[in-house]
């Protein structure tokens, strides 16, 4: 905690948007945002607000030719990834920068048994022969902490349960042992106690192997858990970027506030919950000023004009806000 | 008593599990057995649990689409199971009605709103169109929509106004009990708190009872008078919800609690350790024998792989566990 870890990722200014016949959707609109060694970024927000795209991104794994990074830029460790040729791009998928998705059942081959498809990715990555292929693939097992790796590697999707084989796409992810690991939303298809087993063991994984986790999700309490900084999106912009207890207990954006209160507690009983009005803007048809000035609370003149700065209101915190702007 | 609406009384559904050519009966996935709740005139039980604990077949059988293996349902005091197909009609499937899960597939695409809420006027009552009309408009008004999107289709609204739109046709018989499956876990959280709200508003409204079925156990805070904590098709714990919250009793629901609060990591150190389940919930075509929770229990002694525990009464919490058997360890263990 004392000196500060490496960057790993750095995104600046990062512009994705998706071309299509009813026009330009902006899905992400500019963001930046950084990761260091061993640290669990949290991107949080609501469906829509462009944490997946973001992630995709990242991948170069866009579905084009719709889908294009119209600007910014994407440095891992020193390397420009948007610079990179699709065969080199191939070379950082799956070993320098890994993804974990949802749904352990479509993301998955229903036809492979669990050990090819690690094994895949292994001797992809690693050109081992394939005798040590297996060594490779008991401890990518081993490293998930799944029980009886030399049977499970012979099973198929289906025998195994919905947090087994969520362990098995970690184990995939984590074979090469990549600098950074992008987990989509990898535990909101799990049960509540499966969850919490499942982030206790990446906490574990992290220690050991010092990855960078991108942690992608919506659910506030799965963010206070496992990661060390949140960035709030909304409509495609970051809102706000601060350290977890920070945004818990000073957030200053309205949006990430409201946020906050309308998620319901379980260690306080609530009459009336917060709800915040209306409905996210179309990504289509923006407003020209803050996005979320049509359902903010504190709305004010000028933020129905003009988009606000980001500003740094103290080391590591920083929001978009016009209110922080005065 | 006379405020009980709905009571269960030992329902158990088990599923015939079949091999080979001959369809042999080989085992029963005991899906639910032998729960018993009541609900009360508008108030709400929720029962909470993980997939497979059994809480959608529950569900399913208050709702009369599965036939219960064995038990009761008493709906004002009738046995449900002695209706005769024109009783439930008049009797009971009007005033028992549903709210699904998932938004974008409980509507059918094709059918206007208007159509869609109107849908159970015109197969129960014999209202003319007239009246049927303006009873749609007074729905669309009451979860919060405005009549002119009476002819909009269903994939014209977002996720949180199509659950709106799911609420007003559950409303529009006048039902006594709505059975609302997971009402909010398929929206975002800022949509989630409107329904809610809109959910409880209408429950003091009209006077409605709820039973609610959830893994969410903030969710389920929020909802609910009294909760039923559900695992491997048992009811492990039973009770008021704030009693039941504030002093978990069975150690599944402690854990289950503990998974669920939100802790800051600074605040690890100083509050309660989570509480982390190892393994996973065994399979229900072979539940383990004694207590079904003691292969992932980190209280269990050696009585709770032996001898199933009985339900015991504390306070106004019923628990199913052994820890509670010797009311001298009791106080030992609940610190």
């Known amino acids: 905690m004392t000196t500060k870890r490496d960057i790993v990722l750095q995104v600046e200014d990062l512009q994705t948007t998706f071309f299509t016949r009813a026009g330009e959707f902006k899905a992400v609109g500019g963001i930046s945002f950084y990761v260091r060694e061993g640290e669990t970024f949290g991107l949080v927000g609501e469906s829509a607000c462009g944490k997946t795209v973001t992630g995709l991104s990242l991948l170069r794994l866009l579905p084009e030719p719709a889908g294009r990074i119209v600007g910014g830029k994407i440095t891992l460790d020193g390397i420009d990834i948007l610079k990179l040729s699709k065969k080199q791009m191939r070379e950082v998928r799956g070993k320098r920068i890994s993804m974990i998705l949802q749904d352990p059942m479509t993301s998955l081959n229903p036809v492979y048994t669990v050990g090819d498809q690690i094994g895949e990715s292994v001797r992809l990555h690693q050109g081992l022969r394939d005798d040590m292929v297996e060594d490779e693939v008991i401890s990518a097992l081993r490293l998930l902490r799944i029980p ?16 087994m084989r969520q362990r098995v796409v970690g184990s995939i992810a984590m074979s090469c042992r990549p600098r950074l690991l992008i987990a989509d939303e990898p535990t909101t298809a799990l049960d509540a106690t499966i969850q919490a087993q499942y982030i206790a063991l990446f906490k574990d994984i992290q220690k050991q192997t010092d990855v960078a986790i991108i942690f992608i999700t919506h659910d506030f309490g799965v963010v ?3 990661c060390d900084r949140v960035a709030v999106m909304y409509a495609g912009k970051i809102v706000e ?30 009459d009336q919950l917060y709800s915040i009005e209306g409905q996210p803007p179309s990504l289509l048809n923006l407003p020209p000023g803050c996005r979320f000035a049509p359902r903010c609370p504190d709305v004010m003149d000028i933020c129905l004009k003009e988009q606000p700065p980001v500003v740094e209101i103290s080391e590591g915190h920083s929001v978009s806000c016009w209110k922080e702007k005065k | 008593m ?26 029963y996935v005991r899906a639910v057995d032998g729960i018993s709740f009541t609900i009360e005139h508008g108030k709400t039980l929720s029962l909470v649990g993980e997939s497979g604990a059994g809480k959608t077949t529950a569900a399913k059988a208050v709702l009369l689409l599965e036939r219960l293996t064995s038990g009761t349902i008493l709906f004002e005091g009738k046995d449900v199971y002695k209706f005769s197909k024109s009783q439930l009609k008049t009797q ?26 109107a849908e159970p006027l015109v197969v129960n009552t014999k209202k003319t169109k007239e009246e049927i009309r303006s009873r749609v408009l007074e729905l669309l008004d009451q979860v919060g929509l405005s009549p002119d999107q009476a002819d909009y289709y269903p994939h014209e609204f977002s996720g949180g106004q199509r659950q709106r739109i799911a609420v007003a046709r559950a409303l529009a018989l006048n039902p006594s009990l709505v059975v609302l499956d997971e009402p909010v876990s398929a929206l ?3 949509i989630r708190a409107q329904i809610m709200n809109l959910l409880k508003d209408l429950q003091e409204q009209y006077n409605l009872s709820y039973l609610v079925i959830a893994h969410n156990l903030a969710t389920v805070r929020f909802m609910s008078h009294s909760v039923a904590i559900m695992y491997l098709g048992q009811i492990v714990e039973y009770g008021e919800a704030e009693a039941l919250f504030l002093k978990p009793l069975h150690p599944y629901t402690r854990a289950l609690i503990s998974a669920s609060i939100l802790t800051l990591p600074e605040d690890e150190d100083q509050n309660v350790q989570k509480i982390i389940l190892s393994g996973e919930m065994p399979s229900p075509l072979n539940p383990p024998p004694g207590c079904r929770f003691h292969t992932r229990c980190s209280e269990a002694i050696d009585i709770c792989s032996k001898v199933p525990p009985e339900v015991r009464t504390i306070g106004t919490q019923q628990v199913k566990c052994h820890l509670y058997d010797d009311p001298g360890v009791q106080s030992a263990s609940s610190k």
Not at chain 2, 2 to 27: F, H, N, S
């Open chain 1, 241 to 270: 970027t601060a350290s977890t207890s920070t945004i818990f207990k000073r957030s200053k954006h309205p949006y990430t506030s409201a946020l906050i209160r309308s998620v319901p507690r379980l260690d306080r009983k609530d």
């Open chain 1, 224 to 226: 206070a858990n496992i």
């Open chain 1, 148 to 163: 009886a790796p030399e049977q499970r590697l012979r099973d198929y999707p289906f025998q195994l349960s919905g947090g």
């Open chain 2, 2 to 27: 006379a405020d009980i609406l709905l009571e269960g009384r030992e329902l158990t559904k088990y599923y015939p599990v079949t091999k080979g050519l001959l369809q042999r009966v080989i085992g």
């Open chain 2, 92 to 117: 009971y499937r009007p005033r028992v009605q549903s709210v699904q899960q998932n938004p974008w597939s409980s509507m059918n695409p094709r059918m206007r709103v208007r159509d869609i809420i």
């Open chain 2, 188 to 190: 975002d959280v800022s």
